[in-house]
């Protein structure tokens, strides 16, 4: 009986003691948890001092925040020493100036709270993190609290990089109001400051213009296959709404109007903008569409101004993105217009006119106090007018705009593409995201101002963003926030855990970590062997695989430890949740061969933006799937192939072949035929054989050849392949006159 006496009453002393959690993401630079709580009740105060207008605002957001969760609380203003007894006190007393603008002290003692900040963003985050100490359920919608406990801490917080930004493409398919302010506050809840609001492409223009009405008439909307019209778009004053929503959280809004490029539901409104003045048609497919603005037409300049100049009355922040991205150059080098201002401008090639236009619009926003940011694409023909870049296509683009002189976002597609999926961007990946690159020197790294998450939505309509954007969105606040030496992803990830909580309440329907199974692979030091372990997406997963290409079901085997693969094989591999199947099947082909493992030279310099596989990609044992961005393909664009295996001494073949990707709507073509060369000293080499190709460039869908020839009989240390490009995207194609690519894997020697 004692005994019991005595874990009852341990049991209450452990229950008494126990702290209450503190969670929070992005992590603060320090945190130190007291013991105890403080309680925020109905007799609570929110104190602010006289003067501080800043502190009113968000305090008063704070207030409204409570209110809605049940608590109504008194704001008073104070003078010099007030009573903070079960108060809640805003103010800049105190503040260490090193924390600059955005950054903020909060302290939770047993009898108040003291928000110390030097601006309305450095009291908003403290709030936001005060918010996240609150408990689990103050995020329910229908939350109502008479007590709140928050326990008692002291945080010291300020953000890496100024710039955090999530890009929400509205385009491609049509977000609601209501979505978008969500996202705001989705943001704001995790200290990103930036909403970069893509708001014109060639499937949909999505704000009024008054002065050009069919851009809203015609351009908002796409005719579906089954006739129906779809799309919609922002009335000014949504915009004036969602502007005011976003200054009340900190987020800023860039809105992004895309040109010359990406035009086609402009051009479709009014086809006097085109170099062909010819009626189209609001874009219905995905793609890069060869008609752009014409840059000829002194109309495209007045149009432009005009547009921008209601943009520039709607959005206050000093940035207007201009997009500037995947522009082909075809209409303009066969346009007399385009040609003709070639030519009155003195340049050389159509990078320049594009130089020139955007110089030209640069120029206009100046005298409306705007900057320009534009895609990576905006350096080819020079930097323009002031302009900050937005690198996208790899750190290689970083190092380009630096070098230029030019402030740079940073959001390259191997880390912060989060329409791609989490196979091939995981949670742990994200986090690894460094926006500087290396080896560039202190002073340009002063130009990087931080970077964003793409969220494009060509398969992604509005249902699906949280999925794409959580939980990998936290992690890239984690990286643009967090001080780099408090960061850990093991650590990460246990908060994020901690987290879902919160964000099921906020009604975010997150996805996973990763993908359900994970296919990893490690070649043996002497090439002959492949040992591969599978990782589950969730611990409660069960995986099946099959090594002879059978779809895997749960009578395959079960994967309990890493298996060996001593041949060429095809493993597939599935996740079950108590027999039922989750997400797709994953397949891998693997390929010893007696170039596996072996030196490769490549003859061209491959695409930065593919190259998760290294320089070694096309012989590493690993076969590049239909997922042309899986980081296993090598690629180039523009050019032709040539890469020379050495297979270290010379020895008898028996065949040669090599795999090639098509997917004609992203511009990648099988090629036309490919040489293979084999040489016993490495200088002379001899064709062996062509293989011409049997696949057509209008061939659609995923299309993936072996080019594989014969050559029994021949005796070699070194094999060479030439794969001949297409060359530039047919007359047909919608980016026509642009350079095609090509992505190979992978290179086996039998
Ligand atoms: C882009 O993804 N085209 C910027
Ligand atoms: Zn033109």
Known sequence: MRKVVLMLLSGIVLLACKKQEVNIIPVPMQVVQEKGNFNINKSTRILIDTDDSVAFKVATYFQNLLKSKGLILELDKVVNFPDLK????????????????????????????????????????????????MPMGFESANANYSRLSVPCVRII???????????????????????????????????????????????????????????????????LADGTEYGGYYTQDDIREIVAYAAERYVNIVPEIEMPGHSVA???????????????????NWGVFKDIYCAGNEFTFTFLQDVLTEV?????????????????????????????????QKLKNYEELQQYFISRIAKFLETKGRRIIGWDEILEGGRPHNATVQAWRGMDRVDSAVFAGAPVIVSPTSHCYFDYPVDVIDLRKVYSFNPIPDGISAQQKKLILG?????????????????KLFPRMLALSEVLWSYPKVRSYDKFLERVRRHYGRLSNMGVNYGFEQSAVKVNSQLSADAKSITVSIERGQENLEIFYTVD??????????YKKPFVLKESATVKAVAFLNNSRVGEVFTREFVLS????????????????????????????RKGTEAYNDGIWQAVQGSDMVATVDLGKSQPISTVSVGFLQSNPSWIFIPKQVDFFTSVGGTDFTLVGTVLSPVKAEDEGLIRHDFTLNVKGINCRYVRM????????PDWHPAAGSPSWLFADEISVY
């Open 86 to 133: 079960n108060a809640i006190y805003f103010t800049k007393k105190g503040f260490v100036d090193s924390l600059g603008v955005e950054g903020y002290m909060l302290t939770v003692n047993t009898g108040n709270i003291t928000i110390c900040a030097n601006s309305g963003s450095g009291y908003f985050y403290a709030v936001q993190t005060l918010r996240q100490l």
């Open 157 to 223: 917080d300020k953000p890496t990089f100024g710039w955090r930004g999530l890009n929400l493409d509205c385009c491609r398919h049509f977000m609601s109001k209501d979505f978008v302010k969500r996202y705001i506050d989705l943001l704001a809840y995790h200290k990103m400051n930036i909403l970069h609001w893509h708001l014109t492409e060639d499937q949909g223009w999505r704000i009024e213009i008054k002065k050009y009405p069919k851009l809203t008439e015609v351009g908002a909307w796409r005719q």
């Open 266 to 284: 402009a051009l479709a409104s009014y086809p006097q903008l085109s170099c062909t003045g010819e009626p189209l048609k609001v874009e219905t």
């Open 312 to 344: 520039a009355d709607l959005f206050p922040f000093p940035y207007i993105h201009i997009g500037g991205d995947e522009a082909p150059k075809y209409r303009w080098e066969n346009c007399p217009k385009c040609r003709a201002r070639l030519k009155s």
């Open 451 to 467: 970077g964003e998450c793409n969220m494009w939505t060509e398969h992604a309509p509005q249902k699906t963003v949280d999925s």
């Open 549 to 558: 290409g059978a779809e895997p079901t749960t009578k395959s085997i079960k």
């Open 594 to 621: 007696k170039s596996t493992g072996k030196n490769v030279k490549l003859g061209f310099a491959p695409a930065t933006k593919y190259m998760g596989g290294g320089l070694q990609a096309l012989v590493d044992g």
């Open 722 to 729: 030439v794969a001949c490009s297409i060359g530039n995207c």
